[in-house]
């Protein structure tokens, strides 16, 4: 039963870095799966990237390769995502995802933890 909360989300202007964080409740993050989804305005659910339980491997969405980054550290419970070169098309409300799993998914229906989302706005 972990519980993930989302951080970082905020206003920033194209070109500028924003970093989200997510918190996890569970000491053993080290045996979930994280992910970060995305939900742009009147568009649905997206997958943005992902990170294997032992942090070794990402997967990443082909819009947001190379700008950001997926990390995690197990000690601190905690899962990152640092978002650099930000596109008004990357505003969208951000979703931090668990999966009780060492195989990394990239569909929503594998993922059976979320947090609340955290809004990101990028202005042009």
């Known amino acids: 039963q972990v519980q993930l909360v989302e951080s970082g989300g905020g206003l920033v202007q194209a070109g500028g870095s924003l970093r989200l964080s997510c918190a996890a409740s569970?000491?053993?993050?080290?045996?979930?799966?994280m992910g970060w989804f995305r939900q742009p305005p009147r568009k649905e659910r997206e997958f943005v990237a992902a990170t294997s339980s032992s942090g070794e491997i990402t997967y990443y969405a082909d819009s947001v390769k190379g700008r950001f980054t997926i990390s995690r550290d197990n000690a601190k419970n905690t899962v990152n995502l640092q978002m650099n070169s930000l596109k008004p098309e990357d505003t969208a409300v951000y979703y931090c995802?668990?999966?009780?799993?060492?195989?990394?998914?990239?569909?929503?229906?594998?993922?059976?933890?979320w947090g609340q989302g955290t809004q990101v706005t990028v202005s042009a």
């Open positions: 995802a668990g999966r009780l799993s060492s195989t990394i998914r990239a569909g929503q229906s594998d993922y059976n933890y």
């Open positions: 569970d000491r053993t993050l080290s045996r979930y799966v």
